[in-house]
């Protein structure tokens, strides 16, 4: 039996856990920004945040600064709430058993067990919090959370990335030109299309790294480092072609060789593309191609920088 969230139910709480996130920071997180973050598929997006929406739990705002905020704070909202908000009401609208004897005319023997466990649900739902369910995602993302045994993921293999350039830039300067709406993903298309270029030309057979829309690409605000550098998380969401999709979850360190020189830094993990339902397994192709992805990306940056 599948217990598990529809495909617009687990859209809806991947959403709601990206503004949780961005709650107490006061941001307002924009469409991309979540698809770039959770994963949302890009065609979805918008559909999905109107859901939180409507359910009273999310606010919008339109404009240049504008974007979705949770309309309380995450502790105060339930995680039967988000569920809802994308499956409707947790309640049997049918019968757990179909057509039988005609002594089930008016309720199955079925009934009473199956109204119970849907109720239990719903109570461990309603007494769990999105703020906990943020923590425990926080929890994953610095490897701190212990990985249950009953764990149901499927592995993609996720690489480990780490590359620099040197830019004939201060890092202020950078920093501005980074968070100028589309610039970074006008140069990691180009990277893709590079590594496609290659790709195709080692193996045809591959899955493809043709980019079918535009990158959705979150880079987070600037923080100060001891040396006076800046680090800036990055992530980015990349549909391919064929159903396949890339992602990477890393920072930006900017660190400061001289007054005019500066280290770009790109540290995380990268998922390289594969088809829909079929794990990433790694391969000498896969990390071929990831690093060339990535130095393509910041050669363009570094290059793109001292021309301006």
């Known amino acids: 039996m599948n217990l598990t969230l529809s495909k617009r139910g687990d859209y ?21 920004e979540v698809v770039a973050e959770m994963g949302v598929p890009q065609n979805y997006a918008s559909q999905i945040l109107a859901e939180l929406v409507r359910g009273g739990l999310a ?7 504008g974007g979705y905020r949770l309309s309380r704070a995450p502790e105060f909202i339930s995680m039967l709430e988000v569920v809802e908000a994308g499956e409707g ?12 004897p005609c002594r089930w005319e008016r309720v199955c023997p079925l009934h009473v067990t199956w109204s119970a466990a849907t109720e239990a649900l719903r109570k461990v739902l ?3 919090t999105l703020a906990e369910v ?5 929890a994953l ?22 590359d620099w350039v040197h830019v004939e830039r201060g890092a ?5 030109r980074l968070q100028h709406d589309g610039w970074i993903a006008h140069h990691l298309s180009e990277a893709y299309v590079e590594a496609e270029s290659l790709r195709s030309h080692i193996d045809p057979e591959s899955s493809p790294w043709r980019v079918t829309s535009a990158p959705a690409v ?15 998380a990055l992530a980015w969401q990349v549909s391919l072609a064929e159903g396949a999709d890339s992602r990477l979850e890393g920072e930006m360190e900017l660190r400061s060789l001289d007054r005019r020189r500066t280290e770009v830094r790109l540290v995380g993990r990268f998922r390289p593309p594969a088809r829909p339902g079929a794990p990433a397994e790694p391969d000498e192709l896969a990390d071929r191609l990831t690093r060339a992805t990535v130095r393509s990306f910041l050669r363009r940056v570094g290059t793109a920088m001292e021309v301006l």
């Open 12 to 32: 809806v709480v991947r959403s709601a856990l990206c503004l949780a996130r961005a709650y107490e920071s006061g941001e307002q997180r924009k469409i991309r």
């Open 59 to 65: 606010t919008s705002r339109a404009g240049r600064d």
């Open 89 to 100: 009401p947790l309640r049997p609208d049918r019968c757990a058993l179909g057509d039988g």
């Open 126 to 128: 309603a007494h769990t």
């Open 134 to 138: 943020e923590k425990q995602d926080l």
């Open 141 to 162: 993302e610095d490897g701190s959370a212990a990985i249950p045994a009953d764990s149901h993921r499927k592995v993609r293999t996720n690489l480990e990335v780490e």
């Open 172 to 176: 202020d300067a950078i920093v501005e």
């Open 218 to 232: 979150h880079l987070g605000p600037p923080n100060s480092l001891p040396d006076g550098g800046k680090r800036l």
